[in-house]
């Protein structure tokens, strides 16, 4: 080979060796604003000293662990609340949503779009003049700061998720496949019982999934229709921030993200592309 050649050969080499220099520095900013504030957060979860301008806490410890989930801590129970009302609203949402979206799915309504597009309307206005009439309605009929008021807050959110993918999901699944089991005998409801269900199970499932961690996560529902008497995991966190207690806050922060970190890539793994492609159809 020629030197020219060699040469030739070498700069081109370089060339595509200098590509990875840009490509790394984006990549270590993705990285830096994605992970940066998680270890922050895990840092504060430990930290028994930490003030500016110290870049790392001073001491360590889990002293605040142990206050937080004391008695006097209120974690256990705003804890228990959180998962037994996303719990409740995951059983109310989906018993509304599997018939409904087995209905939008199936039917051939005039209206359908209309139908999917009405579900949607809790999510086109401000949630804090919306919670606060909801909060005054509930404060006369006596579900203000009860289990069962905060739930029903919850599923007008929840709806949202469950319907439109309980939709997609029965819409992705075969109607010759019903056809076949009722040719052989099968009933309509053995039918659904025994294919459609069991086919949609998984968008069923991240369904519920997105729903239990909306309902985990809700703040403003659960602040104007609950507080003071229904204790929850984000309002302990909200009490915490605002009054400087940054440990605190951390831990039940931490609390709030594990779940939701493990739910979606649980949501991930079955919610596939062709029950995504059916939403809106």
Not at 74 to 84: I, P, Q, R, Y
Not at 88 to 113: D, E, H, N, Q, W
Not at 132 to 149: E, M
Not at 256 to 272: A, D, H, Q, T, Y
Request: glycine share 8%; no cysteine.
């Amino acid at each position: 080979m020629s030197a020219a050649a060699e040469t030739s050969a070498g700069m081109r080499q370089s060339s595509f060796d200098l590509w990875w220099v840009p490509r790394a520095i984006a990549l270590g900013l993705l990285a830096f604003v994605i992970f940066g504030p998680l270890t922050n957060l895990v840092l504060w979860t430990v930290a028994e000293k930490w003030y500016f301008p110290h870049a790392l806490p001073l001491e360590y410890g889990l002293d605040y662990w142990g206050r937080v989930f004391s008695s006097r801590g209120n974690a256990m129970e705003s804890l228990g609340n959180s998962v037994f009302v996303a719990s409740m609203t995951v059983i109310v949402s989906l018993a509304l949503a599997v018939p409904s979206g087995y209905a939008l799915a199936r039917l051939k309504l005039p209206v359908r779009g209309l139908i999917l597009l009405a579900f949607l309307i809790p999510q086109a206005f401000p949630n804090l003049p919306v919670y606060v009439n909801i909060a005054r309605l509930f404060y006369q009929i006596g579900l203000n700061g009860t289990i069962a008021g905060v739930v029903l807050v919850h599923v007008t959110h929840g709806l949202v998720y469950a319907v439109w993918i309980a939709t997609a999901a029965f819409s992705a699944v075969d109607t010759e496949l019903e056809q076949a089991a009722r040719s052989v005998g099968a009933g309509a409801m053995r039918a659904f019982r025994d294919i459609t269900l069991p086919l949609a199970a998984p968008g069923l499932l991240a369904s519920a999934i997105f729903v239990f961690l909306e309902s985990l996560d809700e703040f403003t529902g659960s602040y104007f229709v609950g507080a003071p008497d229904v204790n929850m995991l984000p309002l302990l966190l909200y009490t915490a921030g605002a009054g400087g207690n940054y440990q605190v806050a951390s831990i039940t922060a931490l609390l709030l993200l594990i779940p939701s970190i493990g739910f979606m890539l649980v949501v991930e793994r079955f919610l596939k592309s062709d029950v995504l492609s059916k939403v809106g159809h």
